[in-house]
């Protein structure tokens, strides 16, 4: 979104534009974007290849996947719970989408619907199960990534579902600009989309309440548990769809999809300035998070530095970006 | 103390910054042992700052300024460092650990009854139970903290300073949330340490408290000094002119029973569950409010007074009959008795009350965008007006809507939150301990505010711990022991005593009971 196209191409509009720019991003965005140009022009230098179009292609692609799963991160967050099984619902839903278009050969649309609704139907069971039988969510929703994982194996036996409809590798292959396709496009529009609500409306300002402190939130006629439970569902719902958009990509509905992401996209919100602790943190702020994340697993490898290491960056910038945030807290508010 | 004695615990200079706010400008301050010390002035003065210094939670080097202990200079790195350098302290907020015992609680950070490492669990709950002995309260050392309301949170954090034998000891308005007789009783402890020589410093809103039971007081006003003030000259009036500069003509404004004025609120048999021994429920309550009448509900600690507020908010389960302006209402939760133009003002605002994470704006605005949004999308125009409107009519002071509400003083965080609940234009207002921690001359507005709320035909029900403000300010008083309605006066009619005097009659017409169904 914004920070994506101002690292692309510099705003050259009038002032006005970026002080409303600079008004959006609240400053704690501002720092991860700071952190970020430092970054590319730091890998930049090293190797000019860094920038090349191939390469900018390539960040902006796995954003658009992993993007599209935390922008619901980011949401579920601030309502003040998180959901580690989004990467097991991406690979299922893509895996069950695939199987209603070949082996059950529905249409492709119904197949995709049924991707989603594997997605919100598990988003629901999270929100359910932790809003009703108070069960942490860390809990239910580990649980619910061992689940997802067998699931697809079940669902595949084990193999690759393929081939798909052409429909689905036309989705998956559409060049609309700039060699990006429609999950880029997808991710945008969520990603402006979300943000806004979180924003400006009034349910964006209830689910800040509502991860700020439950109880204030209820003693003020706002329905806590709805919103928990629709924060799990729009979750899930989002990773079933980066979920297919991947199977898409591929052309084939992979039993490895979305293996992984949970934690990629979590320390991305986190590096993001969204706060695990509930009622903090924007989308924007979240998805320059996993851009910022991406960008440096992208530079550690085009500067040649060995895979071991580039896990061991990952972990240490999420640390120093989570410190670096409380530290700006304190010196904001105490004044060193 | 008219005697010329060293002092035990000294101040000297302290000036405290809090990123371009001076909290404190150079306050010089000392307590001698054997002395109560009162340290007065307005909300955000400066006072628990000042004590925050002095105990280690603002730790040496954020301060400039000295410190002296037994003429020994200390600067403390810690409230733990603090604590066994004998200095205790017991924080305006409320800090308890909610997932353990009373006991736990009691004895957090210093367990030692135990052989090296481990802890005797039996003599941490005797020495507690000891300990609120002394207080004279009921509450039992193996209690979960979670299940306390939030004036026992208050006496166990009293408790756990008080294990400590400290000889310098610092209470941030430890009364803030007690009613009568548990301020009785804390008194007859702080006068027991003051004989054995401990060193006090006594910060209150309650000024009866000062010319009760301090020795000399300082009134701080804008982070100085502004005047220090020997027992003997003690004068609640001067008090109030040298924290805020103004004199108030009377303490409770007029207010008269409005007369024939239809029933805005009728509760009839509502009965609340009480929790695990601490609190009592409602059982059987029935009570009526006329439109601009003000009813107070007096009575102890735990007696079942905020649970009454509570069931019929529908904050907690409650069966009975709720009827808002002759309608009956079926309240389940928050929301119903919002919908039927019932407003609750919490009583601990940290917990109950503020949005930490959303700047003073939003907290006021939260659950009242309705008005303030066109399909679901907030108007940020009209929310602000509306914000800034309702900061003026309140007198909030906060540098804009987007400020933080974590360092506004308590008076301010107060009128806040009465700013949230006002927004809805409520028919009926339950108020519980509207002036916790708040001090004089906003106490003085917040009368004023609800006087003139009962004027516009609001219905208020109004809890509060200190019987005086209670009867001064209600037009009808009900008094609750053990969750029942056990008397009722008008204005005029009683006074302290009668509510006291009814308390103990329904107890012990309890206790006659209890003994007739065991023999
Ligand atoms: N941690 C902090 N960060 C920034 N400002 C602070 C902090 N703590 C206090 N302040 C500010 O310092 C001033 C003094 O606050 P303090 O809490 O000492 O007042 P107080 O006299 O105890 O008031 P009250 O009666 O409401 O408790 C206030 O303006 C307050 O907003
Ligand atoms: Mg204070």
Redesign the pocket.
């Given at each position: 979104m914004n920070s994506a196209a101002e690292v692309s191409s510099p705003p050259r509009d009038a002032r006005s534009f970026r002080r409303r720019l600079i008004g959006f991003i609240a400053v704690g965005e501002v720092g991860v974007l700071a952190a970020m140009a430092l970054l590319i022009a730091f890998f930049w230098l090293i190797e000019p290849a860094f920038l090349s179009e191939r390469n900018i292609r390539a960040i902006l692609n796995v954003v658009s996947f992993v993007g599209i799963i935390a922008i619901g991160q980011t949401i579920l967050l601030v309502a003040g719970e998180f959901d580690l099984s989004v990467g097991s619902v991406a690979g299922l839903s893509a895996v069950v989408a695939a199987k209603l278009m070949t082996a059950a050969a529905l249409p492709v649309t119904t197949g995709i619907l049924g991707g989603i609704g594997v997605g919100a139907l598990i988003g629901l069971l999270n929100g359910l199960i932790v809003v009703r039988l108070g069960i942490p969510a860390f809990i239910q929703t580990l649980g619910m990534l061992f689940i997802g994982q067998g699931l697809i194996q079940v669902v595949t036996g084990g193999y690759p579902v393929y081939p798909l409809p052409e429909a689905i590798n036309t989705i998956g292959g559409t060049d609309l600009a700039f060699g990006l396709g429609w999950s880029f496009a997808f991710f945008i529009i969520a990603a402006i989309a979300a943000d806004f609500v979180l924003r400006r409306t009034v349910l964006g300002r209830n689910l800040y309440a509502t991860g700020g402190n439950k109880e204030v939130a209820h003693l003020v006629g706002i329905d806590t548990n709805a919103y928990k439970i629709g924060a799990f569902i729009v979750v899930g719902a989002l990773s079933a769809i980066a979920g297919m958009f991947v199977m898409a990509d591929l052309g084939s509905g992979g039993t490895s999809i979305g293996s992984g992401w949970e934690l990629t996209v979590i320390a991305g919100v986190v590096v993001g300035g969204v706060s695990l602790f509930g009622g903090a943190g924007t989308v924007a702020g979240g998805v320059v998070g996993i851009l910022m994340l991406k960008v440096v697993q992208s530079g550690l490898v085009v500067i040649g530095v060995n895979s071991n290491w580039q896990q061991i960056a990952v972990g240490v910038i999420m640390v120093m970006a989570v410190g670096l945030d409380i530290m700006r807290r304190r010196y904001f508010?105490?004044g060193a | 103390m008219s005697t010329v004695q060293a002092p035990l615990f000294s101040a000297t200079a302290i000036a405290k910054n809090?990123?371009g706010?001076q909290?404190l400008r150079g306050v010089d301050f000392d307590v001698t042992s054997g002395e109560i010390h009162a340290l007065l002035?307005?909300?955000?003065?400066?006072?628990?700052?000042?004590v925050k210094i002095l105990n280690g939670v603002h730790p040496a080097g954020s301060y400039t300024g000295t410190i002296q202990l037994d003429r020994r200079v200390v600067s403390f790195a810690s409230p733990a460092d603090a604590r066994s350098n004998g200095v205790g302290y017991v924080p305006?907020e409320i800090e308890v650990l909610e997932q353990l015992s009373v006991a736990e609680n009691v004895f957090a950070g210093r367990t030692g009854l135990g052989d090296g490492v481990l802890v005797h669990q039996r003599k941490l709950e005797q020495r507690a139970g000891e300990i609120f002995a002394d207080l004279g309260i009921d509450i039992n050392p193996k209690a979960y903290v979670a299940a306390l309301t939030s004036a026992q949170r208050h006496l166990v954090m009293i408790a756990r300073a008080l294990v400590l034998k400290p000889r310098v000891l610092m209470l941030?308005?430890p009364t803030a949330s007690l009613s009568g007789t548990e301020v009785d009783a804390l008194f007859s402890v702080l006068r027991r340490l003051k004989a054995q020589g401990v060193a006090m410093i006594y910060?209150t809103?309650r000024l009866p408290e000062v010319l009760a039971i301090c020795d000399r007081a300082t009134v701080?006003r804008d982070?100085q000094v502004a005047v220090r003030i020997a027992r003997e000259d003690f004068d609640a009036e001067a008090f109030i002119f040298s924290m805020s500069g103004q004199r108030l003509q009377r303490l409770f404004p007029e207010h008269a029973a409005p007369v024939g004025a239809p029933c805005a609120l009728e509760v009839r048999h509502l009965t609340v569950a009480g929790h695990s021994g601490a609190v009592h429920g409602a059982k059987d309550i029935s009570l009526r409010v006329a439109a601009g009448e003000i009813v107070g509900l007096a009575g102890l600690l735990g007696s079942g007074r905020s649970e009454i507020l509570h069931g019929i908010y529908g904050r907690v389960p409650a069966e009975g009959e709720i009827q808002v302006a002759g309608q009956l209402k079926s309240i389940k939760s928050p929301s119903d008795a919002r919908a039927a133009g019932i407003a609750l003002l919490t009583e601990d605002r940290k917990r109950d009350g503020l949005l930490f994470n959303l700047p003073v704006g939003a907290n006021i605005t939260i659950g009242n965008l309705a008005p303030l949004s066109r399909n679901g999308m907030v108007r940020g125009g009209l929310e602000r007006s509306s914000i800034l409107a309702a900061m003026r009519a309140l007198n909030v002071k906060a540098s804009s809507p987007q400020a933080s509400v974590?360092?506004?003083?308590?008076?301010n965080q107060q009128k806040l939150l009465f700013a949230r609940v006002l927004m809805r234009a409520p028919k009926v207002l339950l108020l519980d301990e509207p002036t916790k921690?708040v001090?004089a001359a906003t106490r003085h507005e917040i009368y004023r505010l609800v006087v003139e709320l009962a004027g516009k035909g609001v219905a208020l029900l109004i809890v509060a711990s200190e019987l005086e403000e209670l009867i001064g300010l209600c037009d009808r008083c009900l008094v609750v022991a053990d969750g029942r309605i056990v008397d009722e006066f008008g204005r005029g009619q009683g006074g302290e005593d009668r509510v006291l005097r009814s308390v103990t009659a329904a107890q012990a017409e309890r206790h006659a009971l209890a003994a007739q169904a065991s023999s």
């Amino acid at each position: 979104m914004n920070s994506a196209a101002e690292v692309s191409s510099p705003p050259r509009d009038a002032r006005s534009f970026r002080r409303r720019l600079i008004g959006f991003i609240a400053v704690g965005e501002v720092g991860v974007l700071a952190a970020m140009a430092l970054l590319i022009a730091f890998f930049w230098l090293i190797e000019p290849a860094f920038l090349s179009e191939r390469n900018i292609r390539a960040i902006l692609n796995v954003v658009s996947f992993v993007g599209i799963i935390a922008i619901g991160q980011t949401i579920l967050l601030v309502a003040g719970e998180f959901d580690l099984s989004v990467g097991s619902v991406a690979g299922l839903s893509a895996v069950v989408a695939a199987k209603l278009m070949t082996a059950a050969a529905l249409p492709v649309t119904t197949g995709i619907l049924g991707g989603i609704g594997v997605g919100a139907l598990i988003g629901l069971l999270n929100g359910l199960i932790v809003v009703r039988l108070g069960i942490p969510a860390f809990i239910q929703t580990l649980g619910m990534l061992f689940i997802g994982q067998g699931l697809i194996q079940v669902v595949t036996g084990g193999y690759p579902v393929y081939p798909l409809p052409e429909a689905i590798n036309t989705i998956g292959g559409t060049d609309l600009a700039f060699g990006l396709g429609w999950s880029f496009a997808f991710f945008i529009i969520a990603a402006i989309a979300a943000d806004f609500v979180l924003r400006r409306t009034v349910l964006g300002r209830n689910l800040y309440a509502t991860g700020g402190n439950k109880e204030v939130a209820h003693l003020v006629g706002i329905d806590t548990n709805a919103y928990k439970i629709g924060a799990f569902i729009v979750v899930g719902a989002l990773s079933a769809i980066a979920g297919m958009f991947v199977m898409a990509d591929l052309g084939s509905g992979g039993t490895s999809i979305g293996s992984g992401w949970e934690l990629t996209v979590i320390a991305g919100v986190v590096v993001g300035g969204v706060s695990l602790f509930g009622g903090a943190g924007t989308v924007a702020g979240g998805v320059v998070g996993i851009l910022m994340l991406k960008v440096v697993q992208s530079g550690l490898v085009v500067i040649g530095v060995n895979s071991n290491w580039q896990q061991i960056a990952v972990g240490v910038i999420m640390v120093m970006a989570v410190g670096l945030d409380i530290m700006r807290r304190r010196y904001f508010i105490a004044g060193a | 103390m008219s005697t010329v004695q060293a002092p035990l615990f000294s101040a000297t200079a302290i000036a405290k910054n809090f990123g371009g706010v001076q909290a404190l400008r150079g306050v010089d301050f000392d307590v001698t042992s054997g002395e109560i010390h009162a340290l007065l002035g307005q909300n955000g003065a400066g006072k628990s700052t000042l004590v925050k210094i002095l105990n280690g939670v603002h730790p040496a080097g954020s301060y400039t300024g000295t410190i002296q202990l037994d003429r020994r200079v200390v600067s403390f790195a810690s409230p733990a460092d603090a604590r066994s350098n004998g200095v205790g302290y017991v924080p305006q907020e409320i800090e308890v650990l909610e997932q353990l015992s009373v006991a736990e609680n009691v004895f957090a950070g210093r367990t030692g009854l135990g052989d090296g490492v481990l802890v005797h669990q039996r003599k941490l709950e005797q020495r507690a139970g000891e300990i609120f002995a002394d207080l004279g309260i009921d509450i039992n050392p193996k209690a979960y903290v979670a299940a306390l309301t939030s004036a026992q949170r208050h006496l166990v954090m009293i408790a756990r300073a008080l294990v400590l034998k400290p000889r310098v000891l610092m209470l941030d308005e430890p009364t803030a949330s007690l009613s009568g007789t548990e301020v009785d009783a804390l008194f007859s402890v702080l006068r027991r340490l003051k004989a054995q020589g401990v060193a006090m410093i006594y910060i209150t809103h309650r000024l009866p408290e000062v010319l009760a039971i301090c020795d000399r007081a300082t009134v701080l006003r804008d982070g100085q000094v502004a005047v220090r003030i020997a027992r003997e000259d003690f004068d609640a009036e001067a008090f109030i002119f040298s924290m805020s500069g103004q004199r108030l003509q009377r303490l409770f404004p007029e207010h008269a029973a409005p007369v024939g004025a239809p029933c805005a609120l009728e509760v009839r048999h509502l009965t609340v569950a009480g929790h695990s021994g601490a609190v009592h429920g409602a059982k059987d309550i029935s009570l009526r409010v006329a439109a601009g009448e003000i009813v107070g509900l007096a009575g102890l600690l735990g007696s079942g007074r905020s649970e009454i507020l509570h069931g019929i908010y529908g904050r907690v389960p409650a069966e009975g009959e709720i009827q808002v302006a002759g309608q009956l209402k079926s309240i389940k939760s928050p929301s119903d008795a919002r919908a039927a133009g019932i407003a609750l003002l919490t009583e601990d605002r940290k917990r109950d009350g503020l949005l930490f994470n959303l700047p003073v704006g939003a907290n006021i605005t939260i659950g009242n965008l309705a008005p303030l949004s066109r399909n679901g999308m907030v108007r940020g125009g009209l929310e602000r007006s509306s914000i800034l409107a309702a900061m003026r009519a309140l007198n909030v002071k906060a540098s804009s809507p987007q400020a933080s509400v974590t360092h506004l003083s308590g008076g301010n965080q107060q009128k806040l939150l009465f700013a949230r609940v006002l927004m809805r234009a409520p028919k009926v207002l339950l108020l519980d301990e509207p002036t916790k921690g708040v001090d004089a001359a906003t106490r003085h507005e917040i009368y004023r505010l609800v006087v003139e709320l009962a004027g516009k035909g609001v219905a208020l029900l109004i809890v509060a711990s200190e019987l005086e403000e209670l009867i001064g300010l209600c037009d009808r008083c009900l008094v609750v022991a053990d969750g029942r309605i056990v008397d009722e006066f008008g204005r005029g009619q009683g006074g302290e005593d009668r509510v006291l005097r009814s308390v103990t009659a329904a107890q012990a017409e309890r206790h006659a009971l209890a003994a007739q169904a065991s023999s």
